[in-house]
C-alpha cells in the first residue's frame, strides 16, 4: 500500500471520525445525562476536538515521513549514479547512457565517439600537495572538461584521475578530434590551488562508433588503449584507437603479469660492471645492473624496463634491487675485498614518491650494510627538472652519509649557476660522448670541460662506455677519469665479481 492512499483514507477519516463521533457522543450524554442537556453538550464538543486534533497530527506526521522518504530516495538514487566529489555521472549511469545512445545510433546511423581523459602528472601534485589538493584539482579539471561539451553529451568520472566522455551525433573524426584538443589545451593552463600555480596534463585516447566497436564494453577498452598509447608516446596528447594497438596491449599485459610473477618468484638478479681509477688502475666500484634470469635465459633490462616504468612496478624492482646490492657489498666488506662503492640506480618514479629516504634507510638497516659502501646514481634530466627539491633531497641523502652521482651528465639542461649548489660526489659522462673517442674533436671538447668542472667543484668523474683499448689510452694520456665500460669487464653475475677483484688486484701489484 503505498503512502498517498494511506494519506486519502486519513483524510477520509479526519472527516468521517468526527461526524460519527458527534452523533455517538451526544446520543450517549443525552442518554446519560438527560436532566442536563448543556452539560452533555459540552462533553460531546470537547472528545471530538481531542479526536479531530489528533487526527491532524496523525495526517501531519504521515506528510513528514513522506518528504523525508523522498528525500532519502534521492539521496541515495543520486549516490548511486553520481560521483560525490565532482558530481559528474559515475561509471554505472555511463554505461546505461552509452548502451542507450547505441542502441539509438544504430537506428539513426550517426558515429559516437568515446574519449577516455587520464591526467599526467596527478599523483606528483597528490603527494606534493595532499589530497585535499588534489581533490579540488579534480573538481576543477571536472569543469573544465565540462564547458568544453554540449549539454547532450555525457561526462563522467570512473574514479582517481580517469575521466570519460561521450559526444553523441559526432559529425566526423575531425569535429571530435578538435574537441579533444580543446579539452585537452584547457586543462594544459595553470590551476589555482592554495595559492599556488599547478600545471597538469592529459592523455586522451579515443574510440569510435561503429568502426572501433559495436557495444559498450569494446569501445571503452579501445578508447583505454588509445589513452595508454598517448601516454606511452610521450603524455599530453590526443591518440584515436586503431586496431594495431590491441596486439601491443596484449603483449604489455602478458610482459607486466609475467614481471608480477618473476618479483614473486625472485627471478630478477644483479650482475656488476667495474669501475676503475686510471691514474692507478684500482677498483672504484661496481655498478649494479638488473637481469631477469627466466630459466635458462638472461632477459636483459631492455627487454622488461619500459613496461616495469610505465606500470610502476619499478618502484618494487628499484626497492629489490636496493636490497640486494647492499647485502652483496656488506659481503665483499665482510670479507675483506676492496672494491670502492656498489652504485645503485635510482629510478624517477622511485624519486617521485618522495620516500626515498626511508627507502634507503629501512634497506640499511635490514642488510646491515655501511652506508659508505654505497653511491646513489640519480639522472640529470630529474635533477634539474625541478633544482630546489632536488638539491634538498640530494642533502637529506648526503646527511646519511650516501654517496651521490649525478647519471647521463650532459644529455639534459644543467645550469652551472646550479651545478656548484648539488652535493654530488660523480659526475656521469654519458657514453654518447665516448663513443667516437678520439676521432671527434667536439666530443673531446665536451668531455674536457666536464673534467675540468668535476676537478674544479672537487667531484669525481667518472666516464661510462669505454670499450677500445684506443679509447681508454687516450682518456689516461689527456684527462684520467674513473673508466666503467667492456674494455676492463662486461657486467658480471655475483658469483664472478670475487673472481676479478683477485684477478684485477694481482694484474696490477
Known amino acids: 500500500m503505498t503512502i498517498k492512499h494511506n494519506e486519502k483514507r486519513i483524510l477520509d477519516w479526519v472527516v468521517v471520525i468526527p461526524i460519527v463521533a458527534i452523533g455517538l457522543v451526544y446520543i450517549f450524554s443525552t442518554l446519560f445525562f438527560k436532566d442536563n442537556l448543556l452539560y452533555a453538550t459540552s ?56 548502451i542507450s545512445e547505441i542502441y539509438r545510433a544504430k537506428r539513426e546511423d550517426h558515429l559516437i565517439a568515446i574519449l577516455f581523459i587520464d591526467l599526467d602528472g596527478f599523483k606528483t601534485i597528490n603527494d606534493t600537495f595532499g589530497h585535499n589538493i588534489g581533490d579540488e584539482l579534480l573538481i576543477q579539471v571536472a569543469n573544465r572538461i565540462s564547458s568544453q561539451v554540449r549539454k ?127 691514474h692507478n688502475n684500482e677498483i672504484a666500484g661496481f655498478e649494479a645492473l638488473i637481469r631477469w634470469k627466466k630459466g635458462d635465459e638472461i632477459v636483459t633490462p631492455g627487454v622488461f624496463l619500459p613496461v616495469a616504468v610505465q606500470s610502476d612496478l619499478i618502484v618494487e624492482i628499484g626497492e629489490m ?59 640529470e634530466g630529474f635533477i634539474m627538472k625541478d633544482i630546489e627539491s632536488s638539491i634538498s633531497l640530494l642533502q637529506s641523502l648526503r646527511k646519511v652519509g650516501i654517496n651521490i652521482a649525478m647519471d647521463d651528465f650532459g644529455t639534459g639542461h644543467s645550469s652551472l649557476s646550479y651545478i656548484k649548489q648539488l652535493p654530488i660526489d660523480t659526475l656521469k659522462i654519458d657514453r654518447t660522448f665516448v663513443k667516437d673517442i678520439p676521432h671527434s674533436e667536439k666530443d673531446i671538447a665536451i668531455i674536457k670541460t666536464i673534467v675540468a668542472l668535476g676537478k674544479g667543484l672537487g667531484v669525481r668523474v667518472l666516464a661510462e662506455g669505454v670499450e677500445t683499448e684506443e679509447q681508454k689510452q687516450f682518456m689516461v694520456n689527456n684527462f684520467y677519469p674513473i673508466i666503467q665500460g667492456y674494455y676492463y669487464g662486461k657486467p658480471l653475475p655475483e658469483e664472478k665479481v670475487i673472481d676479478f677483484i683477485k684477478d684485477f688486484q694481482n694484474k696490477h701489484k
Open 43 to 98: 462533553i460531546t464538543l470537547i472528545i471530538v476536538t481531542v479526536t479531530f486534533f489528533l487526527l491532524i497530527k496523525i495526517k501531519e506526521a504521515i506528510e513528514s515521513y513522506d518528504k523525508e522518504l523522498k528525500e532519502s530516495q534521492m539521496a541515495l538514487c543520486e549516490k548511486a549514479m553520481y560521483d560525490e566529489l565532482t558530481k559528474l555521472a559515475n561509471r554505472s549511469l555511463f554505461k546505461d547512457k552509452c
Open 321 to 379: 634491487v636496493m636490497i640486494k646490492a647492499m647485502s652483496f657489498a656488506k659481503k665483499l666488506h665482510d670479507l675483506g675485498y676492496k672494491f670502492g662503492k656498489i652504485s645503485i640506480n635510482i629510478d624517477n618514479r622511485q624519486l617521485q614518491k618522495g620516500n626515498l629516504l626511508e627507502i634507503i634507510q629501512d634497506a640499511l638497516n635490514k642488510t646491515g650494510c655501511n652506508e659508505s659502501l654505497i653511491e646513489c646514481e640519480i639522472t
Open 152 to 278: 547532450t553529451d555525457t561526462l563522467a568520472r570512473f574514479g582517481g584521475d580517469e575521466f570519460v566522455l561521450m559526444l553523441v551525433n559526432c559529425k566526423s573524426e575531425t569535429n571530435v578530434t578538435h574537441i579533444a584538443e580543446k579539452i585537452k589545451n584547457s586543462i594544459s593552463k595553470p590551476f589555482d590551488l592554495a595559492n599556488e600555480e599547478v600545471m597538469v596534463g592529459c592523455s586522451i585516447g579515443i574510440s569510435m562508433y561503429p568502426n572501433d566497436g559495436q557495444d559498450y564494453d569494446e569501445l571503452l577498452r579501445n578508447a583505454d588503449i588509445a589513452m595508454y598509447k598517448a601516454k606511452e608516446s610521450g603524455k599530453n596528447r590526443v591518440v584515436f584507437f586503431n586496431k594495431n594497438m590491441y596486439s601491443k596491449i596484449i603483449e604489455f599485459q602478458k610482459m607486466e603479469n609475467s614481471i608480477r610473477k618473476g618479483l614473486e618468484n625472485d627471478e630478477f638478479i644483479l650482475y656488476y660492471q667495474p669501475q676503475v681509477y686510471t
